[in-house]
């Protein structure tokens, strides 16, 4: 897809099943983060249906048409499409429908346990919004994987940990088992700040 490539450099991980990586423009992330802020007091808390262990989860599902990033949301999860059908994944022609879409403000000492989303159905994503400074106290480098997110290899015999960047968007399948590690920070109070939703496909 031309618009994909010329606005964003994307990277594909293939170890039993697709992730996807995207790198979204950061004026486009600047917009959803004052988007969000002034919307914030009034969302409703979306932890109920969420497997984090954290304390804000707000359902944005609603406000994200009005921002700046949604059509470039929209390229990305087609270009994900289009490479599943590439590799045999995928069949027929689709129309995707976001199902439920939330941000999460993580703060120092919370995680998110390894889960799947959505019954299994679909498609996932997980987008940096804000990545605070974290301590890095561990003496041993390979044991250092605060804050990170990983995806838990197919057959649950290892995990592959990505460090948060803002602007990095990753698509995965809903099945796909992924976690969040807990984190200490420089400055307290701030927040690792990420954007998920659901969506899936419609045969037509």
């Not at 490539?5 to 004052?34: C, H, P, W």
């Not at 804000?56 to 599902?61: A, D, G, K, N, R």
């Not at 998110?112 to 106290?137: A, C, M, R, Y």
């Amino acid at each position: 897809m031309k618009g994909v490539e010329k606005r964003m450099k994307s990277a594909t991980y293939m170890f039993g099943k697709v992730i996807k990586k995207y790198q979204i423009a950061l004026d486009l992330i600047d917009d959803l983060n004052l988007q969000y802020e002034n919307h914030k007091k009034n969302l409703n808390s979306f932890g109920k249906r969420l497997a984090g262990r954290l304390d804000s989860e707000l359902e944005f599902t609603d406000k994200i048409s009005d921002c700046k990033i949604a059509p470039t949301m929209v390229d990305c999860m087609n270009d994900y499409i289009k490479t599943i059908k590439d590799v045999n994944l995928y069949t027929g022609k689709t129309e995707l429908e976001i199902l439920s879409l939330w941000i999460n403000d993580m703060r120092e000492g919370e995680y998110n346990p390894p889960h799947t989303h959505h019954n299994n159905t679909g498609w996932s994503t997980v987008l940096f919004l804000k990545v605070p400074e974290i301590i890095n106290d561990e003496k041993h480098k390979h044991k250092f994987l605060d804050g990170n997110l990983g995806f838990i290899n197919e057959r649950g015999e290892g995990t592959t940990w990505m460090k948060p960047k803002v602007g990095d968007f990753y698509i995965f399948e809903a099945a796909h088992s992924h976690c969040v590690m807990p984190f200490k920070l420089k400055n307290k109070g701030e927040v690792r700040r990420s954007m998920s939703f659901n969506f899936i496909e419609k045969i037509v």
